[in-house]
């Protein structure tokens, strides 16, 4: 394997990143043991060690010799690996310089405080708890869109934070594309019958040591490589980390020892990230782009591995003798447990959502985020707005606050423009599962094997090697041809459900 890296000046930014590279490995790690092991008295220390560790990593990026070195690069001599070096650099460098220290800093506070006061709210079914908050944090946030600067809208500002390149108007083609055929969609499905809405298997308890012989041996069908460069622990939200480098990439899963399709979809889930950093090419390991380019990539391949592979009635009759060995599963069959896994129901949890109304969850929140960045709604409007749009979108309307705008964390912790990447993943998900179906053949024989290894292969050559090499929309194109294109994912579920 020749060596990626030969431009002099490249060479001598990869040395400088190195202290860079330490810290955010190290940030990683402090991280993952925060949501994994760590004792609660810890955390406020941990918190605040965390704070100086990004105040040491925004330092180093925006220092003068630092970006001095980084801008003296004449781009036009460059393989592309180097490119990518320096765009995502350069980015680093202008998001960091774009906003000032006291406002960083008061995002930060801001946003600690209102993860508590969600909490509380969300607990207490009680809006008034967080409104102020809610409506600080949207201030801010609109105050961070004019420090990054836009061309169209405030939000496209916040957008590209989590995903490089995509704007309002890229996620409102998709969204007009979607809504209609969506929600004729589901009515159709829910009055077909085809799919039910309610399984006994979602009544079935079981003992965390056997879920978790279940989740282990699906993730050795698909050979991942337990304790050699990975591992599976359990959290309150599963997640996947790469401890800043290819060789230590970490999932977690939950036991909720009840309706186990939640913590096999999670741990399949958290194996499609972790997979994406397991086979991102070793010469760019530790490098500013040894790492998944976007937040909607990476969801992508999470959701590939979740609804592709793990929701497709192939993989329901591949795994059931494991569950039939390790649970109680003695009166399921396979297309029993198909159907569990695809039950379609108007629910309140986008969480808990399936396929079909997964993004009609993520709409209504794309709705909500872009009114309240652009001023045309405040937080105090915001529960009445929420419910009015949920009912136009799902049909039902939530009885509490709790299950309806106080459901997740993203707001209170600042994250206004998130969403909108896993509509991006979804859709992806999809649209590259068509082409893998195309371009290999024999998919559906693959999957129903365990012959997973093409598979892997196939998202090895056209995702996961080239890191941050390329942004988002450039790896579309160069590997597929085409941007995210909504028809597929329409298509795939008339298909599937009708
Ligand atoms: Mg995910």
Do not use: C
């Given at each position: 394997m020749s060596e990626l890296f030969e431009n002099p000046r490249i060479k001598q930014i990869l040395v400088k990143y190195r202290r860079i590279w330490a810290l955010h490995h190290a940030s990683s790690l402090m991280g993952w043991d925060n949501d994994v092991n760590m004792p609660k008295m810890g955390v406020a220390a941990r918190g605040a060690a965390q704070a100086e560790i990004s105040a040491m990593i925004h330092e180093l990026t925006t220092s003068r010799d630092f970006v001095d070195l980084v801008e003296s690069v004449d781009e036009d001599s460059l393989n592309d690996y180097e490119r990518g070096v320096i765009r995502v650099l350069k980015r680093g460098i202008r998001i960091a310089t774009s906003l000032p220290k006291e406002h960083v800093m008061e995002m930060s506070k801001v946003s600690s405080e209102a993860v508590h006061y969600w909490a509380e709210a969300r607990q207490?079914?009680?809006?008034?708890?967080?409104?102020?908050?809610?409506?600080?944090?949207?201030?801010?946030?609109?105050?961070?869109?004019?420090?990054?600067?836009?061309?169209?809208?405030?939000?496209?500002?916040?957008?590209?934070?989590?995903?490089?390149?995509?704007?309002?108007?890229?996620y409102q083609r998709i969204f007009d594309s979607i809504e209609s055929r969506l929600t004729r969609l589901l009515d159709r499905i829910i009055s077909s019958g085809k799919f039910p809405q309610r399984h006994t298997l979602e009544e079935l308890r079981y003992e965390e040591e056997n879920m978790k012989r279940v989740n282990t041996e699906i993730l050795k069908l698909?050979?991942?490589?337990?304790?050699?460069?990975?591992?599976?622990?359990?959290?309150?939200?599963?997640?996947?980390?790469?401890?800043?480098?290819?060789n230590d990439v970490r999932i977690t899963t939950r036991y909720e020892l009840v309706d186990f399709r939640r913590s096999l979809l999670a741990t399949v889930h958290e194996f499609g990230h972790a997979l994406y950093e397991l086979q991102i090419d070793p010469r760019i390991d530790m490098s500013p782009i040894g790492g998944g380019v976007s937040s909607g990539i990476h969801e992508s391949q999470s959701r590939f591995w979740e609804n592709v592979i793990g929701r497709s009635r192939e993989f329901s009759s591949l795994i059931l003798p494991i569950l039939r060995e390790n649970l109680n599963l003695r009166d399921i069959d396979e297309d029993s447990l198909y159907r569990?896994?695809?039950?379609?129901?108007?629910?309140?949890?986008?969480?808990?959502?399936?396929?079909?109304?997964?993004?009609?969850?993520?709409?209504?929140?794309?709705?909500?985020?872009?009114?309240?960045?652009?001023?045309?709604?405040?937080?105090?409007?915001?529960?009445?707005?929420?419910?009015?749009?949920?009912?136009?979108?799902?049909?039902?309307?939530p009885d509490t606050y709790s299950e309806g705008i106080l459901q997740d964390i993203?707001?209170?912790?600042?994250?206004?423009?998130?969403?909108?990447?896993?509509?991006?993943?979804?859709?992806?998900?999809?649209?590259?599962?068509?082409?893998?179906?195309?371009?290999?053949?024999?998919?559906?024989?693959?999957?129903?094997?365990?012959n997973f290894d093409p598979v892997k292969k196939y998202l090895e050559e056209k995702v996961h090697r080239y890191g941050g090499t390329y942004a988002p929309k450039e790896l579309l194109r160069r590997s597929f041809g085409e941007d995210v294109d909504p028809e597929y994912y329409i298509r795939y579920l008339e298909k599937k459900y009708l």
């Open positions: 207490k079914n009680d809006f008034s708890i967080f409104r102020d908050y809610l409506q600080k944090i949207v201030e801010l946030n609109m105050k961070s869109a004019e420090y990054l600067g836009y061309d169209e809208h405030p939000y496209d500002a916040l957008l590209d934070l989590y995903e490089e390149g995509y704007t309002t108007r890229d698909f050979s991942f490589p337990l304790g050699e460069r990975s591992r599976m622990d359990v959290s309150a939200h599963p997640f996947t980390v790469s401890i800043g480098t290819r569990y896994f695809n039950m379609v129901r108007r629910d309140f949890i986008r969480t808990e959502a399936d396929e079909v109304t997964y993004n009609l969850h993520i709409l209504l929140r794309f709705k909500m985020e872009k009114m309240l960045i652009a001023g045309e709604i405040t937080a105090d409007e915001a529960p009445e707005k929420w419910n009015e749009e949920f009912e136009a979108l799902l049909g039902i309307v993203h707001w209170s912790m600042g994250a206004i423009g998130y969403f909108p990447t896993y509509t991006l993943g979804t859709l992806l998900a999809v649209q590259i599962g068509e082409h893998a179906r195309r371009d290999l053949g024999n998919f559906s024989d693959l999957v129903s094997s365990g």
